[in-house]
Nanobody, 126 residues
Framework: EVQLQASGGGLVQAGGSLRLSCATS????????VGWFRQAPGKERDGVSC????????YYKDSVKGRFTISRDNAKNMVYLQMNSLKPEDTAVYYC???????????????????WGQGTQVTVSS
């Protein structure tokens, strides 16, 4: 059974940093892309970043480029999202997701991801 569990959210001041973690089980990164999505209050869920296993590429939403970094630890089956220089507009519930097939692209579409973990709240105060 494919499972993902996100953690690491919290309250941080603008300019601060957080690292989100996603514990995964039931699949290997060789065949699955992994990604991070977020949903702000009153808005649709949106792709933030993804790691394409098919070509080892990483992709980021324009608004987080240069501030966020996605990584994975194959030995620990963990996926991370390091978030620096946080802004109030980064406030959202963040979700990690896995996609069989191993591919994602710069659009970071939910369509590529069929397995989802529960969200973790990130709140950035101004």
């Amino acid at each position: 059974e494919v499972q993902l569990q996100a953690s690491g959210g919290g309250l941080v001041q603008a300019g601060g940093s957080l690292r989100l973690s996603c514990a995964t089980s039931g699949f290997t990164f060789d065949y699955y892309a992994v990604g991070w999505f977020r949903q702000a209050p009153g808005k649709e869920r949106d792709g933030v970043s993804c790691f394409s296993s098919s070509d080892e590429s990483t992709y980021y939403k324009d608004s987080v480029k240069g501030r966020f970094t996605i990584s994975r630890d194959n030995a620990k089956n963990m996926v991370y999202l390091q978030m620096n220089s946080l802004k109030p507009e980064d406030t959202a519930v963040y979700y990690c997701a896995g996609g069989l097939g191993g591919s994602c692209n710069a659009q970071i579409l939910e369509d590529y991801f069929g397995s989802w973990g529960q969200g973790t709240q990130v709140t950035v105060s101004s």
